[in-house]
């Protein structure tokens, strides 16, 4: 034999969220990839590293304008690499003291 089964109805209610946190804020890292005269570089391909430990924070290729964007840390350091495949070929670095801001 067994216990029958039974179906009971449970009502839905609605709550009010718990957390009243204050939303994350983004920071971000941006800027343009230039050619040595200063003129704007397109799809470049750009790599943000730590400055702490030199590793790879991000990968992204810059927009047909030169201009990237990446979310980071405004308590971390980094610097950016960017290298653009031609003849010849073009690479620049930032400065090693980059925050997202």
Do not use: W
């Amino acid at each position: 034999m067994g216990v029958p089964l039974t179906t009971v109805a449970v009502p839905v209610r609605s709550f009010a969220p718990i957390c009243k946190c204050a939303p994350a804020q983004v920071f971000t890292i941006a800027g343009v990839t230039r050619n040595s005269a200063g003129a704007a570089l397109g799809t470049c391909d750009v790599h943000l590293f730590r400055t702490d430990n030199d590793s790879e924070a991000a990968q992204l290729t810059s927009d047909a304008n030169g201009v990237y964007s990446v979310a980071s840390s405004s308590q971390i350091t980094h610097y950016a690499v960017a290298y653009k495949a031609g003849s010849p070929d073009v690479a620049g670095t930032t400065v090693n003291t980059l925050v997202g801001n």
